[in-house]
Protein backbone atom coordinates (compact mmCIF):
# COMPACT_ATOMS: atom_id res chain seq x y z
CA UNK A 1 0.00 0.00 0.00
CA UNK A 2 1.31 3.36 -1.21
CA UNK A 3 1.15 6.27 1.45
CA UNK A 4 2.13 9.68 1.07
CA UNK A 5 2.31 12.22 4.26
CA UNK A 6 2.72 15.85 4.19
CA UNK A 7 5.21 17.73 6.81
CA UNK A 8 5.47 21.17 7.31
CA UNK A 9 4.79 24.46 9.55
CA UNK A 10 1.20 25.58 10.01
CA UNK A 11 2.10 29.39 9.51
CA UNK A 12 3.85 31.24 7.29
CA UNK A 13 4.53 34.89 7.63
CA UNK A 14 3.83 36.43 4.14
CA UNK A 15 6.76 37.45 1.76
CA UNK A 16 8.95 34.34 3.45
CA UNK A 17 9.23 30.98 1.77
CA UNK A 18 6.52 27.83 2.74
CA UNK A 19 8.53 24.19 2.58
CA UNK A 20 6.96 20.78 2.83
CA UNK A 21 7.89 17.60 2.79
CA UNK A 22 6.51 14.74 1.21
CA UNK A 23 7.77 11.29 2.96
CA UNK A 24 6.50 8.31 0.46
CA UNK A 25 5.91 4.34 1.96
CA UNK A 26 5.52 1.47 0.28
CA UNK A 27 6.89 2.94 -3.20
CA UNK A 28 10.00 4.45 -4.43
CA UNK A 29 10.40 8.05 -5.84
CA UNK A 30 12.49 6.96 -8.01
CA UNK A 31 10.31 3.71 -9.43
CA UNK A 32 10.22 4.04 -13.50
CA UNK A 33 7.80 6.23 -14.85
CA UNK A 34 6.78 7.65 -10.99
CA UNK A 35 5.46 11.37 -11.09
CA UNK A 36 5.50 12.99 -7.60
CA UNK A 37 3.16 15.91 -7.25
CA UNK A 38 2.28 18.76 -5.14
CA UNK A 39 -1.41 20.03 -5.57
CA UNK A 40 -3.09 22.61 -3.78
CA UNK A 41 -6.50 24.71 -2.82
CA UNK A 42 -7.26 27.25 -1.47
CA UNK A 43 -10.45 28.31 0.44
CA UNK A 44 -13.47 27.93 -1.57
CA UNK A 45 -11.37 27.28 -4.85
CA UNK A 46 -10.89 24.39 -6.88
CA UNK A 47 -7.62 22.08 -6.61
CA UNK A 48 -4.84 23.74 -8.36
CA UNK A 49 -1.30 21.56 -9.53
CA UNK A 50 2.10 23.16 -8.69
CA UNK A 51 4.72 20.53 -10.44
CA UNK A 52 5.85 17.87 -10.22
CA UNK A 53 9.83 15.46 -9.89
CA UNK A 54 9.93 12.90 -11.69
CA UNK A 55 11.58 9.31 -11.14
CA UNK A 56 14.61 10.32 -12.95
CA UNK A 57 14.45 13.92 -11.01
CA UNK A 58 13.42 16.66 -13.54
CA UNK A 59 10.81 19.06 -12.43
CA UNK A 60 8.06 21.14 -14.18
CA UNK A 61 5.81 23.85 -12.77
CA UNK A 62 2.95 25.06 -13.14
CA UNK A 63 3.51 28.43 -15.24
CA UNK A 64 1.77 30.37 -12.95
CA UNK A 65 3.83 29.32 -10.18
CA UNK A 66 7.30 28.61 -11.88
CA UNK A 67 8.71 31.58 -10.64
CA UNK A 68 8.15 30.71 -7.31
CA UNK A 69 7.99 27.11 -7.09
CA UNK A 70 10.77 24.95 -6.47
CA UNK A 71 10.61 21.08 -5.71
CA UNK A 72 13.87 18.68 -4.46
CA UNK A 73 13.89 14.99 -3.10
CA UNK A 74 15.96 12.90 -1.02
CA UNK A 75 16.11 9.47 -2.34
CA UNK A 76 17.84 7.95 0.53
CA UNK A 77 14.82 8.88 2.91
CA UNK A 78 12.16 8.61 0.08
CA UNK A 79 11.22 12.34 0.42
CA UNK A 80 10.28 14.74 -2.03
CA UNK A 81 9.85 18.47 -1.03
CA UNK A 82 8.27 21.62 -2.05
CA UNK A 83 9.50 25.18 -1.48
CA UNK A 84 7.59 28.38 -2.65
CA UNK A 85 9.03 31.67 -2.11
CA UNK A 86 7.81 35.30 -1.66
CA UNK A 87 4.16 33.91 -0.10
CA UNK A 88 1.51 35.93 0.46
CA UNK A 89 -2.31 35.48 1.94
CA UNK A 90 -3.53 34.16 -1.46
CA UNK A 91 -1.28 31.01 -1.09
CA UNK A 92 -3.00 29.88 2.36
CA UNK A 93 -4.44 26.49 0.90
CA UNK A 94 -4.51 23.40 1.77
CA UNK A 95 -1.06 21.54 0.27
CA UNK A 96 -1.48 17.61 -0.84
CA UNK A 97 1.48 15.11 -2.51
CA UNK A 98 -0.16 12.80 -4.86
CA UNK A 99 1.71 10.27 -7.42
CA UNK A 100 1.04 10.04 -10.66
CA UNK A 101 2.62 6.74 -11.62
CA UNK A 102 3.07 7.11 -15.20
CA UNK A 103 3.09 10.47 -16.08
CA UNK A 104 -0.62 11.21 -17.87
CA UNK A 105 -1.70 13.28 -14.77
CA UNK A 106 -3.83 11.21 -13.22
CA UNK A 107 -2.74 10.83 -9.38
CA UNK A 108 -3.92 7.37 -7.63
CA UNK A 109 -2.48 8.21 -4.19
CA UNK A 110 -2.26 11.17 -2.32
CA UNK A 111 -1.26 12.42 1.42
CA UNK A 112 -3.96 13.84 3.52
CA UNK A 113 -3.14 17.03 2.81
CA UNK A 114 -1.83 19.85 5.27
CA UNK A 115 -3.36 22.97 5.80
CA UNK A 116 -0.78 26.49 5.36
CA UNK A 117 -2.18 29.54 6.41
CA UNK A 118 0.16 32.65 5.12
CA UNK A 119 -0.43 35.37 7.70
CA UNK A 120 1.54 37.55 10.20
Known amino acids: QVQLQESGPGLVQPSQTLSLTCTVS??????????WNWIRQSPGKGLEWIGFISFSGNTYYSPSLKSRASISRDTAKNQFTLQLSSVTPEDTAVYYC????????????WGQGTLVTVSS
Open 98 to 109: ARDPSGTYYWDY
Open 26 to 35: GDSITSKSSY
